[in-house]
């Protein structure tokens, strides 16, 4: 699958999953490609052409907040009108955080 069809597939089922649950905490477990093509949306300076620069190693956690408050409602067509949706309401906290391994140790 290309990142463009990982787009096409994902984020406008994204943008409305996340609008059905407002002001609530969400957990999401995401394959890689799909965390690389969500990142990379969500920042206009990436896009999804650059999306393996997002680094993800297995088990990382990615930290966004979705602004549920305020614009229209989610694009249900094309990766296109998704990513400025995106990009507007979606702000990236934290990427691929991970225990390394000397914390890891009991």
């Known amino acids: 699958e290309s990142p463009d069809d990982v787009a096409k597939r994902v984020l406008p089922a994204l943008c409305r999953f996340l609008e059905k649950h407002p002001n ?7 394959h890689n490609w799909v965390n690389r093509v969500l990142i990379a949306s969500a ?4 896009g999804i052409a ?4 997002v680094p993800q190693r297995n088990c990382g ?3 966004l907040d979705f602004n549920c408050s305020g614009g229209s409602q989610s694009p249900q067509q094309s990766p296109a009108s998704v990513l400025p949706y995106l990009a507007y309401r979606l702000k990236v906290l934290a990427v691929d955080l991970t225990i390394s391994d000397s914390e890891s140790r009991m």
């Open 43 to 46: 920042m206009p300076e990436m």
């Open 24 to 30: 609530q905490t969400v957990l999401l477990v995401c």
């Open 50 to 53: 650059r999306f393996l620069d």
């Open 61 to 63: 956690l990615n930290v």
